[in-house]
């Protein structure tokens, strides 16, 4: 059952609380640390972007289009739609011989605010490039070329290229295929309903490829760690949680969000991955909690901590920008 984890206080009084679930664990599926439900089965959301573009990444599809390392992060990213964001998506399009006009993952502002104000300030329209999935989706584009199967349709489960990925997921995850299911994601793809511990398995497996027991894909996951470590901008966005702490860790934790409060970590070269889930599913919860779960687990040094507070500190302020309550870990 899920627990409380954040109290949120005013005047004294704990006026809202978020309950959580938590699990890290190794490589060899052993519990390093938990709060409430290790076991709880959830959707992963968008945290599946890295284990979703294993096949192109195993298959050859960053030489065979030429893609950076910095494109890569990109392609596993929940991308605040800035506008180097934007100019990677569609550069990334123009290598597979693409335009974003075959991107189905639907028009929604972008997730950063003064990216949609430039938008709506330059005259111009929010489009599917903006969208903080269209890297995932153009690599699910690009690898339905490379199965040499239509484009279209490619959002669907009978798809060939999905039909891929989700061998993949379970394979990433050590979810039996019989046992993994799905459900539609908001950008239309199929999303994966699994444990915690499975997600952070997964996570671990990544932190540490030459531990994780890959085989044959042991190279393709150390690639896309390594480009969401050197790279934690395109994974992300500018004054997001998921920017800061590898920035504050250089690198070394890598963090990945996905919707509704799911969130997963992976701690480079220590075999570690972490998976949490707000109960429910706010948003601003996300980022103290991020920070908690890393306390909790002594995962951050004195001066990583104090950064990381520096940057978000545990306070609420009204719109005059007086603290008026505090953000208090339970756990």
């Known amino acids: 059952m899920s627990v409380e984890v954040l109290h949120y206080t005013r005047g004294g009084h704990v006026e809202n609380i978020h309950r959580g679930d938590m699990v890290a664990v190794n490589c060899e599926g ?3 640390g938990s709060v409430g439900n290790p076991d709880l089965t959830m959707f992963w959301r968008s945290a599946a972007k890295p284990f979703q573009a294993l096949p192109f990444v195993k298959n050859g599809g960053p ?3 030429n893609i950076t390392e910095e494109e890569l992060a990109l392609l596993v990213s929940s991308h605040s739609g800035e506008e ?16 974003e ?3 189905e993952c639907g028009i929604v502002r972008p997730m950063s605010g003064k990216a949609y104000k430039k938008i709506i300030a330059a005259g111009e ?4 490039v903006h969208n903080a999935c269209s890297g995932k989706h153009s690599q699910i584009l690009a690898l339905a070329i490379m199965l040499g199967v239509p484009t279209e349709g490619y959002t669907q489960p009978a798809h060939e290229a999905q039909k891929l990925i989700f061998k993949h997921v379970a394979m990433a995850s050590k979810v039996p295929e019989d046992k993994l299911e799905i ?3 908001g950008c239309g793809v199929p999303v994966f309903y699994l444990p915690l511990r499975n997600m952070s398995l997964a996570y671990a497996r990544l932190s540490t490829p030459e531990k994780g027991d890959w085989g044959e894909y042991e190279d393709a996951a150390r690639k896309i760690r390594d480009a969401m470590s050197k790279y934690p901008q395109i994974v992300s966005g500018t004054g997001r949680i998921d920017l800061a702490v590898p920035e504050v860790t250089k690198g070394r934790i890598i963090a990945k969000i996905g919707s509704d409060a799911v ?4 701690v480079k070269g220590e075999n570690l991955g972490i998976a949490f889930k707000i109960e429910d599913g706010s ?3 996300i980022t103290p909690m991020v920070i908690a779960v890393l306390k909790h687990l002594d995962l951050l040094t004195k001066e990583e901590s104090a950064a990381l507070d520096e940057k978000f500190p545990p306070v609420l302020k009204n719109h005059r920008g007086e603290v008026i309550g505090t953000i208090e870990t339970v756990f």
């Open 63 to 65: 030489e065979k289009y």
């Open 125 to 128: 329209k929010v489009l599917p």
């Open 263 to 266: 969130y997963c970590m992976a």
């Open 101 to 103: 006009s075959y991107l």
């Open 283 to 285: 948003f601003a919860a």
């Open 30 to 32: 052993k519990i390093i």
């Open 84 to 99: 180097n964001h934007v100019a990677l998506v569609r550069g990334i399009l123009a290598k597979i011989g693409l335009d």
């Open 183 to 185: 459900g539609i994601d």
